[in-house]
């Protein structure tokens, strides 16, 4: 049973399907970084990167051009989060500030019933999938489906931009300088409340990026982003809010406990094995995975 | 009478009796079905108000509550299904359960910053979600989980006064607790929690007992849920009833006593008689709670405040 290629190949699964974990997280960190708060819809805008990809697939584009229905995707769920953060998250500034924290999470909490009850009016509970004409690849000896390689490769390319916009960029420097103080930066001369709309669309577009790269293997349906999302949460836990390495070491290893898990103990509870490991790690290391300061309040 | 009518939980307590007692003569006049309507609304106003008292009063945001709710139901619903064991014994069963996770999990992660609380009982919410629908031999999963009616029909007219009577003794065990020194212990908390430690309270015990406090209310609402509804899904546990306890509160007013009680039955009752649209009534109450939350945080509760006052004559 524990045979070395079994070990191996579920290695090389969790850490695949862990990568795309941790591109939610990111999303969700990262949002939480610049704006203090928490996008508890993040699962819905998955849910529309999804089913763009399905739309682009099946009726504009064909399978063979996925790849650029993915871009077009993740940059559709981008702009559907500026319109978002313009409509419903910047009025946050005109409340007082002891209850913003409450208005975010009542109004991302109303967005993430709106557009699930939107997508099951118009799509229905139907589950679609978009298909894939990736062969199976070789990683080694072992045989991967094409559709979750093409998904591992390109959530390492967005991290790989996603960090080098960060650290090189003028743009990426304003976006840590915001993260680490908001008055500071407008002192700055930088305008914050633009600042945060481009974090709230690159925070969803990583929410929707993951739904399209995985529309082909997890389906397309109206509440198919809570299962990530909630790993997503997990990831933020078990790695520290506002991490960004914390976001992708712990959706490797959420990534890998949840593989094993299903291999070698029981498939049905793939689900549950990530918040068993974020109680295991409460009760080891309650400061998280990095001691987070200032974790504890 | 005057003596007691003019502190806060004597009048609230007298408003409640009188608001019960008028309650009481429904059934002279309303069908059935308005019985149910009315019986699955006291449910949710135990919900709400439970919740209420940790997220409005306490502050800290619990994304659990119909979790809890699904313990004590599945606790009781699952006791007697595989052991016959009846639901005296059941229903606290689901209670102690529910008190016990809310207590493990606050202990946990009650001691971090409070956005902590909502991203860890999200977490645990879908993981009992999952763990409900997978484990079907055991749990019966979507089939559904047949459990005994508590009076022998499921006519609802004795349950309509069960859950008067239950909502009647928490709203009143909730307003002494709200008026007691652990009540400004959880309103400290909430208004400038370093302070409140600063002045000596265990913000941590007191949070991690008031989460334990909700969780064993929303266990035993689940519980006799349970014992009325007599089919068990994991549907129970589906985030939109999270987000229905949530906006109901909203919508009456968060953090105020009177809020999730004028806001649930409202909802309850246009949630009831919308279902014909469907997943759209969702979209149009979504869409309500933006608007409010965009131009007001108070909710109905606030156009309350002044009458009440007036009521009992003080300016």
Redesign the interface.
């Known amino acids: 049973m524990f045979s070395t290629e079994l070990v191996a190949q579920t290695a090389i699964s969790g850490v695949m399907i862990g990568v795309l974990y941790a591109l939610m997280a990111l999303g969700i960190t990262f949002i939480y970084s610049i704006m203090r708060m928490i996008n508890w819809a993040m699962g819905e805008f998955y849910m529309i990167g999804s089913y763009l990809q399905f739309m682009l697939v099946a009726w504009v584009l064909g399978p063979d051009l996925w790849w650029l229905a993915i871009l077009i995707s993740t940059a559709g769920v981008f702009l559907l989060g500026l319109v978002v953060q313009w409509g419903l998250i910047k009025p946050i500034f005109k409340k007082p500030p002891e209850m913003r924290d409450d208005y975010a999470t009542v109004v991302t909490l109303a967005l993430l019933l709106f557009l699930r009850s939107i997508a099951t009016g118009l799509a229905g509970p139907n589950q679609f999938t978009p298909g894939s004409t990736l062969p199976i690849m070789m990683i080694g000896p072992m045989p991967m489906a094409g559709a979750r390689v093409a998904a591992f490769v390109f959530a390492l390319a967005a991290l790989g931009i996603f960090w080098a916009v960060l650290r090189y960029t003028w743009y990426g420097l304003a976006l840590r300088a915001a993260s680490q103080s908001r008055v500071g930066v407008q002192t700055a001369g930088i305008d914050v409340l633009s600042v945060d709309r481009v974090a709230f669309g690159i925070g969803v577009a990583l929410a929707g990026l993951a739904g399209a790269l995985l529309a082909p293997v997890f389906l397309v349906f109206p509440t198919n982003g809570m299962i990530t999302t909630v790993k997503g949460f997990e990831i933020v836990v078990i790695g520290g809010l506002g991490s960004i390495p914390g976001a992708l070491i712990a959706g490797i290893l959420l990534g890998l406990i949840e593989s094993f898990g299903a291999a070698f103990i029981d498939s049905a509870y793939q689900n549950i094995y990530g918040f068993l490991l974020v109680l295991a790690i409460l009760v080891l290391r309650p400061t998280g995975l990095f001691g987070e300061r200032g974790r504890e309040a | 009478m005057s003596a007691f009518a003019s502190t806060g939980f004597g009048r609230s307590a007298i408003t409640i009796l009188v608001a019960a007692a008028v309650l009481l003569l429904l059934p002279l006049v309303a069908s059935s079905f308005v019985l149910h309507v009315a019986t699955i609304g006291f449910y949710y106003v135990i919900l709400a108000a439970s919740w209420n008292l940790l997220a409005g009063y306490t502050g800290q945001?619990s994304l659990a509550h119909h979790a809890f709710a699904a313990v004590g139901a599945y606790t009781s619903g699952l006791l007697g299904y595989h052991w016959g064991i009846s639901f005296w014994i059941g229903i606290p069963a689901g209670v102690l359960l529910s008190a016990a996770m809310g207590f493990v999990l606050g202990r946990?992660?009650l001691?971090?910053?409070?956005?902590?609380l909502?991203?860890?009982t999200?977490?645990?919410a879908?993981?009992v979600h999952?763990?409900l629908t997978?484990?079907y031999q055991f749990t019966r999963g979507e089939l559904g989980l047949s459990v005994k009616p508590l009076f022998g029909s499921v006519d609802p007219l004795k349950y309509y006064f069960l859950f008067l009577g239950l909502t009647v003794v928490l709203l009143i065990g909730m307003r002494a607790l709200i008026d007691s020194p652990l009540g400004y212990f959880m309103r400290a908390i909430k208004?400038d929690?370093?302070r409140a430690k600063s002045l000596g309270i265990d913000?941590t015990k007191v949070k991690v007992a008031i989460f334990s406090l909700s969780s064993a209310i929303a266990g035993l609402a689940g519980g006799f849920y349970a014992h009325y509804t007599v089919l068990l899904s994991p549907q129970m546990i589906d985030?939109?009833e999270m987000?229905k306890i949530?906006?109901m509160v909203?919508i009456g007013g968060?953090g105020t006593f009177l809020g999730p009680i004028i806001g649930a039955a409202p909802v309850q009752v246009v949630m009831t008689y919308l279902q014909s649209w469907?997943?759209?009534?969702?979209?149009v109450?979504?869409?309500i709670?933006?608007v409010l939350?965009?131009f007001s945080?108070e909710g109905i509760a606030a156009v309350f405040t002044p009458l009440w006052r007036r009521m009992w004559r003080d300016g």
């Open positions: 945001f946990l992660v001691k971090m910053r409070a956005i902590y909502a991203i860890a999200w977490a645990f879908e993981t999952v763990y997978a484990d208004d929690e370093l913000t985030f939109s987000a949530v906006i909203v968060f469907g997943e759209w009534n969702l979209a109450f979504a869409l709670v933006i939350m965009r945080m």
